[in-house]
């Protein structure tokens, strides 16, 4: 009931009931079994490439000698460190310093959307599509199904930013923030997976 | 709206859910788990009442060695339709509904763990039943390539259109995977986090332990069919070459990514009804579950060995040896736990002082014909054997008998164990056992020929077949129209004792359980004060008390 809890939309009965038991919030716990489950459509995709990848006879598009590694680099340091970022976007919300948070979580959602330029700059260059072969589909898939994830994080960051300014919202820690916050490193820990295999295996 | 108002006027008219007098209930978005657990009950066997009828235009196809009665294209779609809404509309929606409506009452909580994200994997169901079902209507008619749906075949897109059978089909299964992962995690969250107070794991129910086990693979399996459904789906309509051959693409890694679910989905399927098994046999024998706590983790057990399984299927889709036996080793081994349940559940009746109710007639019909499909299972669980009779009607026969045989008659045994909990009323045993008799007798009627028409070689999916086979085929046909029949005295008992059948009482099988302490029908929000368990589930013959006396808080 604990999300229901303050459901405008709930009758007198439920909403009655709803304040009597004090019950506990569930909500982080169902979302880190979310994750856990989503995380399974990544080692799938992971799996696919690796099949790929080792059986094809012609991996890369004719003509195509493999990815530059420079700008994803960069990309990917960028990301990585939006973690740590985030991390003491959430120690200024535990002290409940509002402007410290608001500062690291609007760079943190900088850094995402940094990544997000990168991409697609990196994708406008290449010289193939998502229709030419395996590594075409599998490139596109992979990079686009992150990205995807990214830029879901960053408009979640978008909303709980702005949640901040509801008078005493987020006062003693929010479960918003924190899966936000959660979600934020499982898409980086994705992305450290995919660079590896995408960009450093040849 | 003005419903809602009213109860904040009067609490006391707060309708109990189940009641008939309040059915307009049901076409709501209500967050309350039993309004939900019926839902999904009822919009299920309406799918399960569709399927069985392409089931029957089938057998009557079958009747004869030609095809006469519809053309090949037609019975394509048929068959395919056929497994899909049986599976994704008609097993995932009503053991969800099951769960639904058991698993707070049993855990002894007030609801779902997440309400409203309940009701919206709800009302997916009849989102993407409507979007499978208008397949049909689609220039080219709907997906002809099964329930796998294996490229190439399903790669093919006659009609050139964007919105074509194979597309929606996807589209269907996609939707049914997210209302099932949205189902997954509320009910994981809601095992973990809500048991009353002094329910440890080892005083749940077995069926909460199967559910769980069940809900578990959802969440590890599920993920890798919708990665294979993406990929399916870019290549049918943005034209990539993952699966496809002349691209190439690799087939055969759909199949592994398509079985990698589907297999552990049928212990999906079957869990829960192990569970039922659990919760009803100690009912109507009067005697505690034989080795609950075995029982119980042998549910797990199944849940992990379900991961390493999946290649049995593709024994015969050029399969390396190595993998061959591999899989046959890993197969074969998933029936130690199985028979560890099977070896309870009749430990339990031994002895016992039964009741033959509807319920338990459904219950031993279900264990009987599951026994036998395990055995034909451990028989195609030999990579020799399944080479053998690969794609052929003994296949058919054999996950007939574990769908039909174990899992609908156990859904029938839940249905009558749980009917007066649920509506408050009794059902009449007359019209029950009428049900029964006319479901066992059609069921193997239906399954039985399958298996020597397969060892003969009848191969499955064809319109037509060679006379030498016809035999068996009436047979079938005549056990598949018996079937249909059957959910007549069903339907009309269910409807007649929903309205006015007699008052049930709150426990008329003298069970134990939670579920039995609250009224029938529950009242909203299950229990006024959450109780506290001190002893384990199935005390029958025992004077220990299940829950601490709430009264007296000393």
Same mark, same amino acid.
């Given at each position: 009931?604990?999300?229901?809890?303050?459901?405008?939309?709930?009758?007198?009965?439920?909403?009655?009931?709803?304040?009597?038991?004090?019950?506990?919030?569930? /909500?982080?716990?169902?979302?880190?079994?979310?994750?856990?489950?989503?995380?399974?459509?990544?080692?799938?995709?992971?799996?696919?490439?690796?099949?790929?990848?080792?059986?094809?006879?012609?991996?890369?598009?004719?003509?195509?000698?493999?990815?530059?590694?420079?700008?994803?680099?960069?990309?990917?340091?960028?990301?990585?460190?939006?973690?740590?970022?985030?991390?003491?976007?959430?120690?200024?919300?535990?002290?409940?310093?509002?402007?410290?948070? /608001?500062?690291?979580?609007?760079?943190?959602?900088?850094?995402?959307?940094?990544?997000?330029?990168?991409?697609?700059?990196?994708?406008?260059?290449?010289?193939?599509?998502?229709?030419?072969?395996?590594?075409?589909?599998?490139?596109?898939?992979?990079?686009?199904?992150?990205?995807?994830?990214?830029?879901?994080?960053?408009?979640?960051?978008?909303?709980?930013?702005?949640?901040?300014?509801?008078?005493?919202?987020?006062?003693?820690?929010?479960?918003?923030?924190?899966?936000?916050?959660?979600?934020?490193?499982?898409?980086?820990?994705?992305?450290?997976?995919?660079?590896?295999?995408?960009?450093?295996?040849? | 709206?003005?419903?809602?108002?009213?109860?904040?006027?009067?609490?006391?008219?707060?309708?109990?859910?189940?009641?008939?007098?309040?059915?307009?209930?049901?076409?709501?978005?209500?967050?309350?788990?039993?309004?939900?657990?019926?839902?999904?009950?009822?919009?299920?066997?309406?799918?399960? !009442?569709?399927?069985?009828?392409?089931?029957?235009?089938?057998?009557?196809?079958?009747?004869?060695?030609?095809?006469?009665?519809?053309?090949?294209?037609?019975?394509?779609?048929?068959?395919?339709?056929?497994?899909?809404?049986?599976?994704?509309?008609?097993?995932?929606?009503?053991?969800?509904?099951?769960?639904?409506?058991?698993?707070?009452?049993?855990?002894?909580?007030?609801?779902?763990?997440?309400?409203?994200?309940?009701?919206?994997?709800?009302?997916?169901?009849?989102?993407?039943?409507?979007?499978?079902?208008?397949?049909?209507?689609?220039?080219?008619?709907?997906?002809?390539?099964?329930?796998?749906?294996?490229?190439?075949?399903?790669?093919?897109?006659?009609?050139?259109? #964007? &919105?074509?059978?194979?597309?929606?089909?996807?589209?269907?299964?996609?939707?049914?995977? &997210?209302?099932?992962?949205?189902?997954?995690?509320?009910?994981?969250?809601?095992?973990?986090?809500?048991?009353?107070?002094?329910?440890?794991?080892?005083?749940?129910?077995?069926?909460?332990?199967?559910?769980?086990?069940?809900?578990?693979?959802?969440?590890?399996?599920?993920?890798?069919?919708?990665?294979?459904?993406?990929? #399916?789906?870019?290549?049918?309509?943005?034209?990539?070459?993952?699966?496809?051959?002349?691209?190439?693409?690799?087939?055969?890694?759909?199949?592994?990514?398509?079985?990698?679910? +589907?297999?552990?989905?049928?212990?999906?399927?079957? !869990?829960?009804?192990?569970?039922?098994?659990?919760?009803?046999?100690?009912?109507?024998?009067?005697?505690? #579950?034989?080795?609950?706590?075995?029982?119980?983790?042998?549910?797990?057990?199944?849940?992990?060995?379900?991961?390493?399984?999946?290649?049995?299927?593709?024994?015969?889709?050029?399969?390396?040896?190595?993998?061959?036996?591999?899989?046959?080793?890993?197969?074969?081994?998933?029936?130690?736990?199985?028979?560890?349940?099977?070896?309870?559940?009749?430990?339990? &009746?031994?002895?016992?002082?039964?009741?033959?109710?509807?319920?338990?007639?459904?219950?031993?019909?279900?264990?009987?014909?599951?026994?036998?499909?395990?055995?034909?299972?451990?028989?195609?669980?030999?990579?020799?054997?399944?080479?053998?009779?690969?794609?052929?009607?003994?296949?058919?026969?054999?996950?007939?008998?574990?769908?039909?045989?174990?899992?609908?008659?156990?859904?029938?045994?839940?249905?009558?164990?749980?009917?007066?909990?649920?509506?408050?009323?009794?059902?009449?045993?007359?019209?029950?056992?009428?049900?029964?008799?006319?479901?066992?007798?059609?069921?193997?009627?239906?399954?039985?020929?399958?298996?020597?028409?397969?060892?003969?070689?009848?191969?499955?999916?064809?319109?037509?077949?060679?006379?030498?086979?016809?035999?068996?085929?009436?047979?079938?046909?005549?056990?598949?129209?018996?079937?249909?029949?059957?959910?007549?005295?069903?339907?009309?008992?269910?409807?007649?004792?929903?309205?006015?059948?007699?008052?049930?009482?709150?426990?008329?099988?003298?069970?134990?359980?939670?579920?039995? !302490?609250? +009224?029938?029908?529950?009242?909203?929000?299950?229990?006024?004060?959450?109780?506290?368990?001190?002893?384990?589930?199935?005390?029958?013959?025992?004077?220990?008390?299940?829950?601490?006396?709430?009264?007296?808080?000393?």
């Amino acid at each position: 009931m604990s999300t229901a809890n303050l459901d405008p939309t709930l009758d007198g009965h439920q909403a009655v009931h709803a304040a009597e038991h004090e019950e506990e919030d569930h /909500r982080l716990f169902g979302f880190i079994v979310f994750l856990i489950s989503e995380s399974v459509i990544f080692v799938s995709f992971f799996v696919g490439y690796i099949v790929f990848k080792t059986s094809a006879a012609d991996w890369y598009p004719t003509g195509f000698e493999g990815l530059e590694i420079r700008e994803p680099f960069i990309n990917t340091v960028v990301l990585v460190s939006s973690s740590f970022v985030i991390y003491f976007a959430e120690r200024f919300l535990h002290k409940e310093n509002l402007w410290g948070f /608001r500062a690291f979580w609007l760079l943190t959602m900088a850094m995402g959307s940094f990544f997000l330029y990168g991409q697609a700059v990196e994708w406008l260059g290449l010289p193939f599509g998502f229709t030419d072969g395996v590594f075409g589909g599998t490139f596109y898939l992979l990079t686009g199904f992150h990205g995807l994830h990214v830029l879901t994080g960053v408009l979640l960051q978008g909303i709980m930013l702005g949640r901040s300014f509801i008078p005493n919202n987020y006062a003693g820690g929010e479960y918003g923030i924190q899966a936000t916050s959660l979600f934020w490193h499982f898409v980086d820990v994705i992305w450290i997976v995919l660079f590896l295999l995408i960009y450093v295996w040849r | 709206m003005s419903n809602a108002s009213l109860e904040a006027v009067a609490p006391s008219l707060q309708p109990q859910p189940g009641a008939p007098d309040n059915w307009k209930r049901f076409f709501t978005f209500s967050t309350d788990h039993k309004v939900i657990g019926i839902q999904y009950i009822v919009t299920a066997f309406a799918f399960f !009442l569709f399927g069985g009828l392409l089931a029957m235009v089938m057998r009557g196809e079958l009747l004869t060695p030609e095809a006469d009665l519809v053309d090949r294209t037609v019975y394509n779609g048929l068959f395919t339709m056929h497994g899909t809404i049986m599976l994704f509309m008609w097993t995932f929606p009503m053991l969800n509904g099951l769960a639904n409506y058991l698993v707070p009452l049993q855990i002894g909580a007030r609801d779902m763990a997440f309400p409203r994200l309940n009701a919206a994997a709800f009302w997916l169901v009849p989102l993407f039943g409507v979007i499978l079902t208008a397949s049909f209507f689609v220039p080219g008619g709907p997906s002809q390539s099964g329930w796998w749906a294996y490229p190439p075949v399903s790669l093919q897109n006659p009609t050139g259109n #964007l &919105i074509n059978g194979q597309a929606l089909w996807i589209l269907a299964v996609a939707l049914s995977g &997210i209302s099932s992962i949205m189902g997954a995690v509320n009910i994981v969250t809601t095992i973990f986090r809500m048991r009353a107070p002094g329910m440890g794991w080892f005083k749940m129910p077995a069926f909460c332990w199967t559910v769980l086990a069940a809900q578990l693979i959802q969440l590890f399996g599920l993920p890798a069919l919708t990665a294979g459904a993406v990929m #399916l789906l870019f290549d049918l309509t943005v034209g990539t070459s993952f699966f496809n051959p002349e691209l190439g693409g690799d087939p055969v890694l759909y199949q592994h990514f398509f079985w990698f679910y +589907s297999h552990p989905a049928v212990y999906v399927i079957i !869990l829960p009804i192990f569970g039922v098994f659990s919760e009803v046999f100690p009912v109507y024998a009067r005697k505690p #579950l034989f080795g609950y706590p075995v029982v119980a983790v042998s549910s797990i057990i199944i849940t992990a060995l379900s991961g390493i399984v999946w290649v049995h299927h593709m024994f015969a889709s050029g399969t390396p040896d190595w993998m061959r036996m591999l899989f046959m080793i890993t197969t074969m081994t998933i029936s130690v736990p199985t028979g560890i349940k099977v070896f309870a559940w009749v430990a339990t &009746i031994w002895g016992g002082k039964l009741r033959l109710t509807t319920g338990m007639l459904f219950a031993l019909g279900g264990l009987s014909m599951f026994l036998f499909a395990g055995i034909t299972g451990i028989m195609l669980a030999s990579a020799p054997f399944d080479i053998h009779v690969n794609n052929t009607y003994f296949v058919v026969g054999h996950f007939h008998y574990v769908i039909y045989g174990a899992v609908v008659m156990g859904f029938y045994a839940a249905i009558y164990h749980w009917f007066p909990k649920m509506t408050g009323r009794m059902y009449y045993e007359g019209l029950g056992k009428l049900h029964f008799v006319l479901t066992f007798i059609g069921a193997n009627l239906n399954f039985l020929p399958m298996h020597p028409a397969g060892l003969m070689g009848m191969p499955r999916r064809v319109a037509s077949y060679d006379p030498e086979f016809a035999f068996w085929n009436v047979l079938a046909s005549l056990g598949g129209f018996l079937l249909g029949v059957s959910t007549l005295p069903f339907i009309l008992n269910m409807l007649s004792s929903w309205s006015r059948g007699p008052a049930a009482g709150d426990n008329p099988w003298r069970a134990i359980g939670l579920e039995w !302490l609250v +009224s029938s029908p529950p009242p909203h929000e299950n229990f006024d004060e959450i109780p506290t368990v001190v002893s384990p589930p199935y005390g029958y013959g025992s004077d220990e008390p299940l829950i601490a006396n709430t009264v007296t808080q000393e």
